[in-house]
C-alpha cells in the first residue's frame, strides 16, 4: 500500500543508481525475511526471522529498492530452497543455454555462474553441450566437483575461482545485493576485459502491471526495470548493455561486456514511478478484491487450493487469508516443501495428491501464470474436478485452457 506522508515529513533519499529523487511507495511491517526457507514445526514457522518492507522508486531511472532492509536478518545456507521441479521451468532453462551456446559459447568453454544456487542451471548447460565446463559460486549450495560441473560454497567476491572463464552469468542474484553497482563492478574488474556478462532478475513492471501484489518480498532488495537495470550496468563498467523480457515479461535478461567504460549515461526518465505510485494506491484494494472473489467460490461450493508455495504463494497467502480461512490447501510440487510451514504464517505445505482426496469441486489457483497449463494437465491426469486459475491480471482471473 502506499505510505501516508505527512508534509515536511518525507525522508530524502536519492537513488543508488542515477541519484534522482525517490519516494516512498509500499511498506509491509512484518514478513518473511526468505521466502524459500521452509520449517519442520508450526513453532518454528512462526519463529522466523522477519524484516519490514519500505520500497521506494526512484522518480527519474524506475529503479526500486527497499530501504528498510537489514542483510543481518537474511541467512543464505543449506537450508535455503528455490528448486523449481518442473517441466516448463527445465525448458525455460534450456531456453536461455541455448541462447548462451548461440550468442557466446559456439565453441564451448567455461562458464562462472555468481550465485549458482544448487547449480541446476549449470548442469541443464553442462549436459546439453559437451565442450562446456561450469563453475558456480554461492553460499547456500553444496561443494561438488565433478568431470564438467564445479560446485563452491562461498561468497562472491570474498573468493573468486583461479580459472579464467569465457563468460559469467548471474542469475537471480543482484535483486539480493544491497549495492547492486558495487557487486556488478566487482564482477566486471574480476574478469578480463571483453568478458561478456549475462545478468538475470525479476522485471518490476510485470508486477505493476499485473497487479501481483505478492511478488513484494524482503529478500529481494532491488527492483528493476529495463531503463534502470541498463543506467546501472553502465555505471559498473559493463559496456554495450541490452535487455531482454523473458518468461512471459516475468524476467528481464541484461548482458554487456566487462571492462568497458560508457562514453554517456541515458538521460530520458522512465515512467515507471508515476506507474509504481498508482499501483500502491490501489494496492490494498486489488487484495480485497481477490478476496472477495475466494469467498464467493466458497460460498459456491468450492475448496480453494493454491499451488506454489515459493515467494509468490507464500506472499500470497499470508496477504489474501491471515486469518486461514479462506483457502484449504498450500501446495508444492517439490518433496523438499512437502509437509513443511511456511515462514510467519505457519500454514503446512502439502504434496498436490492431497487434493484427490477433496469431496468438493476445487479452484486451484496458480501463482504463477506460466505454469498454468502444466498444472491444469497435472490436475487432469489425477482426475480432478478441478478448475486452474492466476489471479491479479486485467480481468482479474485466467484460467488454463481446456
Not at 533519499?13 to 519442520?40: F, K
Not at 565446463?133 to 561468497?155: M, Q, T
Request: net charge neutral; glycine share 6%; aromatic share 10%.
Amino acid at each position: 500500500m502506499l505510505k501516508q506522508i505527512l508534509p515536511g515529513k518525507e525522508q530524502v533519499m536519492s537513488c543508488a543508481i542515477c541519484a534522482g529523487d525517490t519516494i516512498s511507495a509500499i511498506e509491509r511491517e512484518r514478513i518473511p525475511a526468505l521466502q524459500n526457507r521452509v520449517y519442520s514445526s508450526a513453532r518454528e514457522a512462526r519463529a522466523a526471522q522477519h524484516g519490514r518492507l519500505e520500497i521506494r522508486v526512484c522518480r527519474r531511472c524506475g529503479y526500486a529498492f527497499n530501504a528498510a532492509f537489514d542483510s543481518t536478518v537474511v541467512v543464505y545456507d543449506e537450508h535455503y530452497n528455490n528448486d523449481v521441479p518442473s517441466r516448463t521451468f527445465d525448458q525455460y532453462y534450456q531456453q536461455i543455454a541455448t541462447h548462451l551456446r548461440q550468442r557466446y559459447l559456439q565453441n564451448g568453454g567455461t562458464v562462472l555462474d555468481v550465485g549458482c544456487g544448487k547449480g541446476q542451471f549449470l548442469q541443464t548447460l553442462t549436459r546439453m553441450f559437451g565442450d562446456i565446463r561450469g563453475i558456480g559460486i554461492d553460499p547456500s549450495c553444496r561443494p561438488y566437483e565433478g568431470d564438467r560441473v564445479k560446485l563452491i560454497a562461498a561468497e562472491f567476491p570474498q573468493f573468486m575461482p583461479e580459472e579464467i572463464p569465457d563468460l559469467v552469468i548471474c542469475r537471480h542474484t543482484l535483486e539480493h545485493i544491497p549495492n547492486p553497482i558495487k557487486f556488478v563492478r566487482a564482477i566486471s574488474a574480476a574478469v578480463p576485459s571483453g568478458t561478456p556478462i549475462f545478468f538475470e532478475v525479476p522485471d518490476a513492471s510485470w508486477i505493476v502491471q499485473n497487479r501481483a501484489f505478492w511478488d513484494w518480498c524482503y529478500e529481494h532488495v532491488n527492483y528493476f526495470v529495463a531503463e534502470s537495470a541498463m543506467r546501472a550496468l553502465t555505471m559498473a563498467n559493463v559496456g554495450r548493455p541490452t535487455s531482454t523480457l523473458a518468461f512471459g515479461g516475468q524476467y528481464l535478461w541484461m548482458e554487456g561486456i566487462a571492462g568497458e567504460v560508457n562514453a554517456k549515461t541515458p538521460s530520458r526518465y522512465s515512467p515507471f514511478a508515476h506507474a509504481m505510485l498508482n499501483y500502491a494506491r490501489h494496492e490494498d484494494e486489488y487484495a480485497a478484491s481477490i478476496r472477495r472473489q475466494i469467498l464467493e467460490w466458497r460460498v459456491a461450493g468450492y475448496s480453494i487450493a493454491v499451488w506454489g508455495m515459493a515467494t509468490k504463494g507464500i506472499e500470497f497467502v499470508a496477504m489474501v487469508d491471515p486469518e486461514a480461512k479462506l483457502i484449504d490447501h498450500c501446495v508444492d510440487i517439490n518433496p523438499l516443501k512437502q509437509e513443511k510451514y511456511t515462514p510467519l504464517s505457519a500454514r503446512v505445505i502439502q504434496s498436490p495428491v492431497v487434493l484427490q482426496q477433496s469431496r468438493l469441486p476445487l479452484i486451484v489457483i496458480v501463482m504463477n501464470p506460466c505454469y498454468l497449463n502444466e498444472i491444469h494437465e497435472e490436475c487432469g491426469r489425477m482426475s480432478l474436478n478441478a478448475k486452474c486459475i492466476t489471479m491479479g491480471f486485467e480481468n482479474n482471473v485466467k484460467a488454463a485452457a481446456a
